[in-house]
T-cell receptor, first 108, second 120 residues
Framework: SQQGEEDPQALSIQEGENATMNCSYKTSINNLQWYRQNSGRGLVHLILIRSNEREKHSGRLRVTLDTSKKSSSLLITASRAADTASYFCAIANSKLTFGKGITLSVRP | GAGVSQSPRYKVAKRGQDVALRCDPISGHVSLFWYQQALGQGPEFLTYFQNEAQLDKSGLPSDRFFAERPEGSVSTLKIQRTQQEDSAVYLC??????????????????FGEGSRLTVL
């Protein structure tokens, strides 16, 4: 399967804590992307990291990529209740293939 | 509009009916994707267009599913003789960027809100 596999499946943290989500994959990639989805809504792109990059930052988001281990992690720092959502990693090569997602709950 | 627009947002069909789902991508976006998302699951790739050309339809579950984008803009996903297992949210996404070396996805996708299909 080309799809990424996220870990953990569900994560519950207190507001202000950091949230770390992991993604593993099996194929070669052009880039890896992370998306967020609020219940009943479409997906929103968060961040893209190319295969020749190791780390990238965007606001409170930090993503890393280890192509030798075929894995990526997404860190959300200083979480807020509004960060509660499902998060998906997506593997980009000839198409964009999504994992099953991580449900993040941030308690106020 | 500024974003990807999908219609209808909600569709209830009786088993055996045909349905058509429409996607208006962001103006100027070359690439268009259709995904199927079952409850509690990630989006599953259905098909991909670059302009009017359907470059990949490997994810279409059966020959009851058909997608077109005749003028390289609006796309329609048609499901014939709907079955209960077709119940899902159908997501459309568009992208400005296309790969330079043969159809690699190099940029972010912009998603619509989806069309929720319920087959009774």
């Amino acid at each position: 399967s080309q799809q990424g596999e996220e870990d953990p499946q569900a994560l519950s943290i207190q507001e202000g804590e950091n949230a770390t989500m992991n993604c593993s994959y099996k194929t070669s990639i052009n880039n890896l992307q992370w998306y967020r989805q609020n219940s009943g809504r479409g997906l929103v792109h968060l961040i893209l990291i190319r295969s020749n990059e190791r780390e990238k930052h965007s606001g409170r988001l930090r993503v890393t990529l280890d192509t030798s281990k075929k894995s990526s992690s997404l860190l959300i720092t200083a979480s807020r209740a509004a960060d509660t959502a499902s998060y998906f990693c997506a593997i980009a090569n000839s198409k964009l293939t999504f994992g099953k997602g991580i449900t993040l709950s941030v308690r106020p | 509009g500024a974003g990807v627009s999908q219609s209808p947002r909600y569709k209830v069909a009786k088993r055996g009916q045909d349905v058509a789902l429409r996607c208006d991508p962001i103006s100027g976006h070359v690439s268009l994707f259709w995904y199927q998302q079952a409850l509690g699951q990630g989006p599953e790739f259905l098909t991909y267009f670059q302009n009017e050309a359907q470059l990949d339809k490997s994810g279409l579950p059966s020959d009851r599913f058909f997608a077109e984008r005749p003028e390289g803009s609006v796309s329609t996903l048609k499901i014939q003789r709907t079955q209960q297992e077709d119940s899902a949210v159908y997501l459309c996404a568009s992208s400005l960027q296309i790969g330079l070396a043969g159809g690699q996805v190099t940029g972010e996708l912009f998603f619509g809100e989806g069309s929720r299909l319920t087959v009774l």
